[in-house]
Every structure is written in structure tokens, then in C-alpha cells.
């Protein structure tokens, strides 16, 4: 009878201890996009919460291609296809480059105002006395433009 005993409880310290290092060989994994968690191994099951892509879960165990997660919230049955157990890497999302606008604008648009034709000149020349005939004339600003008198 001792002997009966010895074996049934070393039974019982076995099935705890396998009891207790199922849960510890609980293997994490990260949803590869977002997906429904089920009350069931399948698509015919109720669905109880949504994984987000890359929330962590701890699975538990799989049975074909579903596998028992625990998790913040409802635990259930997730596909295999979107859990991935070697580790959520983060999309790199780079901000876009933003390049000021490149107009093709005229010349004188820096210019506050047009060009000036390059025969416009804001002071003429004052008229000259004609050469050889001496200093005896006499130039004057009249309503038309500089008169002279004279030689």
C-alpha cells in the first residue's frame, strides 16, 4: 500500500509540475494586422474582442491553425496567419518631404516695376550752342523743351 501511495503522489507532483510548465511555455506573438478574437477555433464562432496590429498576446496553445491567446482583455482564438512570433517590427514611417513650390515667375517680378525701354532717360542733355559761332546765344527752359536764342 505505501508503495501505491509513493506512486500516486509523485503522480500528482508530476501533473503539477507539467500543469505548471504548460503555463510558463506560454510563447509571445504580435498580430500582424488588426483581427477578430473568438470564443472558438474558427470563422463559425462568436467573435469576443479585436487584436490591433502589433498588440502583444501570450499564446497559449494552437489546435490546426488557431491559436488560444491571452491578453489585456477577453482571451480567445485567434488565426495563426496573423499572429507572428518572431517579433513586431514596426513599419518605419518617414515624414514626407515637403519642397517649397518652384514657380516659373518673369524676370521682373523682383522688380516692383517694369523695365524702363532703354531709350528713356528722366534728364536730357541741355542743349548746346552750335560750335564755331561763339557763346552769343542764350538757351532757356520754354513750355516745349530748352529754346535757344541766338547764334
Not at 500500500?1 to 510548465?21: D, E, F, N, Q, R
Not at 504580435?30 to 473568438?38: E, G, I, L, Q, Y
Not at 528713356?120 to 550752342?129: D, G, H, I, V
Not at 546765344?137 to 536764342?149: A, E, M, Q, R, T
Request: glycine letters at 14%.
Amino acid at each position: 500500500m505505501a508503495l501505491s501511495k509513493k506512486i500516486i503522489a509523485g503522480g500528482i507532483a508530476v501533473l503539477a509540475l507539467l500543469g505548471t510548465a504548460g503555463a510558463a511555455m506560454a510563447a509571445p506573438a504580435f498580430a500582424t494586422s488588426n483581427v477578430n478574437v473568438r470564443s472558438g477555433p474558427g470563422t463559425s464562432y462568436g467573435v469576443v474582442d479585436t487584436l490591433r496590429r502589433g498588440e502583444r498576446v501570450e499564446v497559449e496553445y494552437c489546435q490546426g491553425n488557431w491559436c488560444f491567446v491571452e491578453k489585456r482583455g477577453p482571451d480567445g482564438w485567434v488565426s495563426a496567419n496573423y499572429l507572428d512570433r518572431g517579433g513586431y517590427r514596426p513599419p518605419v514611417v518617414r515624414p514626407p518631404v515637403v519642397r517649397p513650390p518652384v514657380w516659373d515667375r518673369p524676370p521682373h517680378w523682383h522688380n516692383p516695376r517694369p523695365p524702363r525701354p532703354p531709350h528713356w532717360n528722366p534728364r536730357p542733355p541741355r542743349p548746346q550752342p552750335w560750335p564755331g559761332h561763339g557763346g552769343g546765344s542764350v538757351c532757356f527752359n520754354g513750355p516745349n523743351g530748352y529754346v535757344c536764342l541766338g547764334n
